[in-house]
């Protein structure tokens, strides 16, 4: 039997891993019977992630999460754009009833949530698609609320590229954000590209950068 020191490293080694995450869902808080911040009414149609311990995308359907819960099982980071107010929620309702007797709870994963760190400070929000187009030249090609329209077409191919296109662009936004600890801001107010300096929480100019 291998010594408890080393099954302890590999209990954690095996929870690890990030996550880059994106869920998209059947309705929304101002459809009918559902209600704003009722998330229990929330109906998950694709879930896609990043995990940077396979260097691989994945992307599942609804009834497909319970091979998605594995990855959250075993991460020590959550990352995503707007996660906190409403990826996390939601997912984490349905996971605790998919393994009502698991331990995982995704608010007591370290998450790191772009939008929210941006807004923290700098007091302003933006788009995911804004941000990649000045952060990597590149922009969504589609509106978040067409996806649940996607869903309800039939069109659930076209829905995951979707998804998973937001979590690639999440994916590069958080790499600039990991190792520049930077990221350019169009600032509302002027109209002019700003630069967030979130390892030394400052506002710079671009000149700077």
Do not use: H
Request: net charge negative.
């Amino acid at each position: 039997m291998p010594p408890l020191t080393s099954l302890i490293d590999i209990f954690k080694n095996s929870m690890d891993d990030t996550v880059v995450f994106d869920i998209e869902t059947q309705n929304f808080f101002t459809d009918k019977n559902v209600g704003w911040d009722n998330f229990e009414a929330l109906r998950i149609s694709v879930v896609a992630l990043y995990s940077y311990k396979k260097d691989k995308y994945y992307v599942f359907e609804e009834k497909e999460l319970e091979n998605a819960l594995d990855f959250f099982e075993k991460s020590k980071t959550l990352v995503g754009f707007s996660i906190n107010r409403y990826d996390v929620p939601v997912l984490n309702i349905y996971f605790q009833k998919i393994k009502p007797n698991s331990d995982l709870n995704l608010w007591l994963k370290e998450r790191i949530d772009l939008l929210e760190e941006i807004e923290n400070l700098c007091g302003q929000r933006i788009s995911l698609s804004k941000l990649a187009e000045v952060n990597l030249g590149e922009k969504k090609e589609r509106r978040g609320s067409e996806a649940v329209d996607l869903f309800w077409s039939g069109e659930i191919e076209e829905l995951k590229k979707y998804c998973l296109k937001d979590v690639e662009l999440t994916k590069k936004i958080y790499d600039l954000y990991l190792n520049n600890g930077k990221l350019i801001f169009p600032d509302k107010k002027t109209g002019k590209n700003l630069v967030l300096d979130f390892k030394n929480k400052n506002i710079l100019m671009p000149t700077l950068f």
